[in-house]
């Protein structure tokens, strides 16, 4: 293990698993380990999704009531993104049920194994519902054929709202006017990104130095991984699944069959 050799602190890539056995091996690491382990989902600290957490954060939005999460990659590439931006937020209250459908085997074969599309909804702790969209039934935000460049995140609250495209542009309505802005072109992409990606390391090295866990750690992205298994049975068995939940070994497999039209 890791801490065996003294490792204070790690921060890994997304996605941190795929199916069933190798997300458990790693709730077991978390619970036993006393390394620190952030992910790298380091977009939660761009200084437009912490423009946008902290208009919501404000009061002045009011109560934030439903959230719009797309993507026309996969759940395994962006879909690990996109609810944990839904979670930054949304003050990180945990999901507790999920009802989704998938479709689509082509991408099981690939660099990250999972359905062609997912599509759920998301209902959390404080009772915020999300609608989750990935794959190519997700919508377009701007003419591009790539399937990264449609990574999207709209909040809506009582008094306002948030809106972060991550190759388009930005938005935030409030009674006080808008705010907005354009991140449309790669130098500036890669700009926000550089700045997110120093972000998060140095919310990493606070961590290790004494101070508030990473916003990505470890055991939050376990149970946005539950989230994931969670609507893979939903899909798999046509019901609500609560969250978080004990997977089935076989999860995986009934996966599978119900991508490939077994009943």
């Not at 006080?176 to 998060?200: F, I, R, Y």
């Amino acid at each position: 293990m890791v801490n065996d050799l003294g490792v204070p602190g790690c921060l890994v890539e997304k996605p941190i698993a795929y199916q069933v056995r190798d997300w458990q091996a790693l709730c077991t690491l978390e619970a036993e380990s006393t390394t620190k382990f952030g992910v790298g989902a380091q977009f939660r600290y761009h200084p437009v999704m912490i423009r946008c957490q902290e208009a919501l954060r404000s009061g002045k939005l009011g109560q934030l009531l439903f959230l719009d999460g797309s993507a026309r990659s996969t759940i395994c590439d962006q879909g690990v993104h996109n609810i944990d931006w839904a979670m930054s937020l949304n003050e990180d209250a945990a999901p507790v049920r999920v009802f989704g459908t998938v479709s689509g085997n082509r991408e099981m074969a690939g660099r990250h194994p999972s359905p062609n599309t997912t599509t759920a909804q998301l209902l959390f702790a404080n009772g915020v519902r999300m609608l989750w969209n990935l794959g190519y039934t997700a919508p377009s935000v701007l003419d591009d054929p790539a399937v990264w460049k449609h990574g999207r995140m709209a909040a809506y609250a009582q008094q306002g709202r948030t809106l972060y495209e991550e190759f388009a542009r930005w938005e935030i309505v409030s009674p006080d006017g808008v705010e907005q802005g354009l991140v449309s072109d790669m130098q500036a992409w890669t700009e926000g990104n550089h700045q997110a990606q120093a972000n998060l390391t140095n919310a990493m090295l606070d961590w290790i130095e004494g101070g508030q866990p990473v916003g990505t750690h470890l055991r939050r992205a376990l149970a946005q991984w539950n989230a994931v298994l969670g609507l893979y049975a939903s899909a798999a068995y046509g019901r609500p699944i609560d969250l978080p939940f004990d997977p089935p070994d076989d999860l995986w497999e009934k996966l599978v069959e119900t991508l490939n039209g077994a009943h």
